[in-house]
């Protein structure tokens, strides 16, 4: 089976002041979505805490691009457990092992009240 995996960035957290640095990221949301060949779709949500950047190494906020924190993301966040959560999620679409039915005698809202 050949997923195509892509990263989202949903939302991230800064500490305004850290270390003589100002807004800082410190936290990120995400999601890591794969897809197969069939339409096929599984999403794994993380978050993951960034470490504190030094002087020499920081890109102010406003420069920041969402390519750039999937790249700290991938450095703190393996794939090997999110891609195979993501594959389990695929195979169920595929194979369920369990499907709701419908009641065959119809859904509550369809009995009547007992008469007195």
Same mark, same amino acid.
């Given at each position: +089976?050949?997923?195509?995996? /892509?990263?989202?960035? @949903?939302?991230? $957290?800064?500490?305004?002041?850290?270390?003589?640095?100002?807004? !800082?990221?410190?936290?990120?949301?995400?999601?890591?979505?794969?897809?197969?060949?069939?339409?096929?779709?599984?999403?794994?949500?993380?978050?993951?805490? +960034?470490?504190?950047?030094? /002087?020499?190494?920081? @890109?102010?906020? $406003?420069?920041?691009?969402?390519?750039?924190?999937?790249?700290? !993301?991938?450095?703190?966040?393996?794939?090997?457990?999110?891609?195979?959560?993501?594959?389990?999620?695929?195979?169920?679409?595929?194979?369920?092992?369990?499907?709701?039915?419908?009641?065959?005698?119809?859904?509550?809202?369809?009995?009547?009240?007992?008469?007195?």
């Amino acid at each position: +089976m050949a997923i195509t995996y /892509s990263y989202k960035i @949903t939302s991230m $957290s800064k500490a305004p002041s850290l270390d003589g640095l100002t807004d !800082v990221v410190t936290h990120v949301r995400f999601e890591y979505k794969g897809v197969d060949e069939n339409g096929n779709e599984g999403t794994f949500q993380g978050a993951t805490p +960034m470490p504190t950047p030094d /002087s020499a190494n920081f @890109t102010p906020l $406003s420069e920041l691009t969402e390519e750039m924190v999937i790249e700290w !993301v991938k450095i703190t966040h393996p794939v090997e457990h999110m891609q195979e959560r993501i594959q389990k999620q695929i195979q169920e679409k595929i194979a369920p092992k369990k499907v709701e039915i419908t009641l065959p005698w119809g859904s509550p809202s369809d009995v009547q009240p007992a008469m007195p």
